[in-house]
């Protein structure tokens, strides 16, 4: 901005004050020649009384006197014979045309000559020739047009000297505008501006802060009324919690528990992250996340008749997600498996280690996904809250990975999640 307003100035500057300085500079070396025509004609025209009625010798004596004072050369032709009194001077055009009583002021080599007719003398017609060089004709001209010239140049430097001044008043609130952006956008959504600059620059950014100040409300209000509708919640797993303690199978009631307790602790989590949200960032091994994962899902499997196959390496993998984080993303991507494919149809996780993370691949035999993309959050084609693929992306987006569908071996889904491995000090 700051550079472009300079070049908007210097460019504007520029052609005004070619648009004055050009023209001014020929009215200059108009007036100085002008100025020495005039001083030329009016010495030529002093003579005239005395050429007009003296005779020869008193015109030579006078022609004398008028050379020694007059910085211009004064000759005189003489009708009666032709010949030149005074400086020497060539017989041109213009001189011949003067001698038939016409005075003219014509262009001649290296100057201008200046002939003044003189009718009615006792010898007749009397040409009065006087001469101003070029240099006469310029005289001062140079030096005007070195002033003008300065003149140019100091206005040009006030002219930017003000685009600075009035683009760093201007460039200073803009930037600061962009900063509180940044700041908002990273998620400090208590970042506030002073108004400054402009009247229209002030009111961006008082409707900035009104607007980072109605965010931070509006995700208040949305925190808390998550926080509550998980808090309420409880009230029916701890009914659940009762009734599994009523049951008589040891077994079948260990196994109800710990289903609960998974339950309570994932809604404990919820309302923790909806009250004090985490910054991204940690790191896991996905090995082991996994390894828990498919090993809690496995009872259901065994109760569907669902094959359950697993490819994990058998050392750690360290990815930069918190370990609840992913869990929640595999159990939503697993969910999706037995809520959109029939019962009895095998279903594999893969781990693979990469040179820059990691890549877990969970495909099944279904029928396959319904389109082509991830449907939108909130949607689903079947009878789901259609989240599962959205939580699963968003996990990997906030760690710097990737989501991404297709279909298994067999025909089926296969949803491939990478995330990147945890940078030192993480």
């Known amino acids: 901005m700051r550079s472009r307003l300079f070049r908007l100035v210097a460019a504007t500057a520029s052609l005004v004050l070619i648009a004055f300085l050009v023209p001014l500079a020929l009215l200059v070396r108009q007036v100085a020649a002008d100025r020495a025509t005039t001083a030329a004609t009016t010495a030529a025209q002093s003579l005239v009384p005395v050429v007009a009625t003296a005779d020869r010798g008193t015109v030579e004596l006078t022609v004398s006197q008028v050379r020694a004072t007059s910085r211009y050369p004064i000759t005189v032709l003489w009708p009666a ?3 030149l009194i005074g400086a020497p001077a060539p017989r041109s055009r213009a001189l011949r045309l003067a001698a038939r009583g016409r005075s003219v002021t014509a262009e001649a080599p290296g100057g201008r000559e200046i002939l003044v007719a003189v009718q009615g003398a006792p010898a007749g017609t009397i040409v009065i020739r006087t001469f ?19 003149l140019g140049i100091g206005l040009l430097g006030v002219g930017l000297v003000v685009a600075d001044a009035i683009a760093r008043s201007m460039l200073g609130p803009v930037t600061a ?3 509180l952006s940044q700041r908002l956008s990273g998620g400090d959504l208590d970042a506030r501006i002073d108004p400054a600059g402009p009247p229209e620059i002030r009111d961006v950014g008082a409707a900035l802060n009104h607007l980072a100040g109605r965010i931070g409300d509006l995700l208040t209000g949305e925190r808390e009324a998550a926080a509550d509708l998980s808090h309420r919640l409880r009230t029916p797993l701890t009914a659940l919690r009762l009734e599994t303690e009523s049951l008589r199978d040891p077994a079948e009631a260990e196994r109800v528990t710990a289903v609960v307790d998974a339950l309570e602790r994932t ?6 992250d909806t009250r004090h949200p985490r910054r991204s960032g940690g790191r896991c091994d996905a090995r082991q996340i996994l390894t828990d994962r498919v090993a809690y899902w496995s009872a259901l499997a065994d109760e569907q008749d669902r094959p359950v196959g697993t490819v994990l390496p058998d050392h750690a993998v360290p990815v930069a997600v918190d370990g609840d984080e992913l869990a929640a993303a595999v159990d939503a991507l697993l969910e999706n498996v037995f809520a959109h494919t029939p019962e009895a149809t095998a279903f594999t996780v893969r781990l693979e280690a990469t040179t820059s993370g990691a890549r877990i691949v969970i495909g099944d035999d279904g029928p396959g996904l319904p389109g082509a993309g991830l449907s939108g959050r909130g949607r689903s084609g079947r009878a789901s809250t259609g989240l599962g693929l959205d939580i699963a ?3 990997a987006h906030a760690a710097g990975g990737a989501l991404t569908l297709g279909r298994s071996p067999s025909g089926g889904a296969e949803v491939t999640v990478t995330l990147p491995a945890p940078t030192e000090g993480s």
Do not use: C, F, K
Not at 267 to 272: A, F, K, L, M, Y
């Open 267 to 272: 809604v404990t989590q919820i309302i923790s």
């Open 132 to 150: 101003v060089t070029t240099a006469d004709l310029r005289a001062g001209v140079l030096r005007a047009w070195l002033i003008l010239g300065l």
């Open 81 to 83: 014979d032709g010949s």
């Open 393 to 395: 992306r968003r996990t």
């Open 177 to 179: 505008l962009a900063a």
